[in-house]
């Protein structure tokens, strides 16, 4: 399974972006989706998650409110619409794919499949 993150960039704050994640070599109805953030100098962050089954999301306190985590099975694709950007959201953005139990779906060590990463910079 392969995962290709794609919409980054450098924006102002309060602006809006969204990520995308296409994944192409398996079944995407079968896998769990989430986002996850690494900012410099820190540890890779849970952000969002969406369930393979009912699409309920999950959120970081951080960015509830602010970012929605949506799917398109049809299009093997994991979205995060990003907004009111604040300068504490710079980082890299990371997808990831997964099948571990529902318990576990905010944990970073339970998705197997990863994407490379897009940069979002949020500028004050």
């Known amino acids: 399974v392969q995962l290709q993150a794609s919409g980054g960039g450098s924006v102002q704050a309060a602006a809006s972006l969204r990520l995308s994640c296409a994944v192409s070599?398996?079944?995407?109805?079968?896998?769990?989706g989430g986002w996850f953030r690494q900012a410099p100098g820190k540890k890779r962050e849970f952000v969002a998650a969406?369930?393979?089954?009912?699409?309920?999301?999950y959120y970081a306190d951080s960015v509830k409110g602010r970012f929605t985590i949506s799917r398109d099975n049809a299009k093997s694709t994991l979205y995060l619409q990003m907004s009111s950007l604040e300068s504490e959201d710079t980082a890299v953005y990371y997808c990831a794919a997964g099948m571990q139990v529902l318990s576990a779906i905010r944990n970073e060590d339970a998705y197997r499949h990863w994407g490379q990463g897009t940069l979002v910079t949020v500028s004050s």
């Open positions: 070599g398996g079944n995407f109805r079968m896998y769990h």
């Open positions: 969406i369930n393979r089954n009912s699409g309920t999301p």
